[in-house]
């Protein structure tokens, strides 16, 4: 099958099960401010929204807002005493994004706080913002085996944990990046307070995956 048609297939797709007027409005708003297109592809997003539904999450924790597409997604799963904290190192991001989830009626749910997410992280746990019932990672890639760590501190058994573009670039070929990528799986896989598993996708994001990490241990 070739690239052309699962893009295609795709763009069916987004249009189909997650066409939302306000998280629509935030990718234009992104763009307009001249932020990357790397936010998640609709389908994915809508699956993120889907796998908050499933847990009933109250608490969500995203590491990476960029202009709050995927902010937006999770935190309409929530109910309205739930809570999503979103962490972003960039001022101009984390504007872009407030203003998007203004937009999208989710300020009361959602919050986006400034700063590099290993500053947030210990904040967060000595204020007692989890334990997540979510957490999203989707930052810079060589700390995620720190954010990894990080999740799992602040969460819960049954909590989930998803991480974005693990398979970015293949992880099988040899450069650094994907050399990391492949150790960040091994890492995963071997953990043993999680169950889990990655998950290959093809979007109109091109070829990537994501790992799905459920807590089983008490920690
Ligand atoms: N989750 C978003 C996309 C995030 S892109 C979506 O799907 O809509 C990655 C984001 O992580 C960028 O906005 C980048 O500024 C931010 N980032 C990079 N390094 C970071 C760090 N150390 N701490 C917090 N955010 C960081
Ligand atoms: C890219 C994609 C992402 O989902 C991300 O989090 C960072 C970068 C990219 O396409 O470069
Ligand atoms: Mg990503």
Do not use: C
Not at 50 to 64: N, P, Q, S, T, Y
Not at 166 to 178: E, F, I, L, Y
Request: no cysteine; hydrophobic share 45%.
């Amino acid at each position: 099958m070739s690239e052309k048609s699962w893009t295609e297939i795709d763009r069916t797709i987004g249009r189909l099960f997650a066409s939302d007027p306000a998280a629509a409005a935030a990718l234009e708003a992104s763009e307009a401010a001249g932020l990357p297109a790397i936010e998640l592809a609709p389908g994915h997003a809508k699956f993120l929204m889907l796998l908050a539904l499933i847990r009933d999450a109250k608490r969500i924790l995203e590491i990476g807002t960029l202009g709050g597409y995927s902010t937006i997604w999770m935190a309409r799963a929530l109910p309205v005493d739930g809570r999503l904290i979103s962490l972003e190192a960039s001022e101009e991001h984390a504007r872009v994004a407030r203003g998007n989830i203004e937009r999208a009626g989710l300020s009361k749910v959602a919050e986006v706080r400034v700063g590099k997410a290993l500053d947030w992280l210990p904040r967060l746990a000595e204020e007692g913002a989890g334990p997540f019932d979510l957490v999203f990672i989707d930052a810079d890639k060589e700390n995620n085996p720190a954010y990894f760590d990080w999740a799992l501190k602040l969460s819960r058994r049954g909590s989930a944990i998803v991480v974005d573009n693990v398979v970015r670039h293949g992880a099988q070929d040899t450069t650094t990046h994907s050399g990391n990528v492949r150790s960040f799986m091994e890492l995963v896989a071997k953990d043993p307070r999680v169950s889990a598993t990655v998950i290959q996708t093809v979007s109109i994001k091109g070829h990537d995956g994501f790992a799905l990490a459920v807590v089983t241990g008490e920690e």
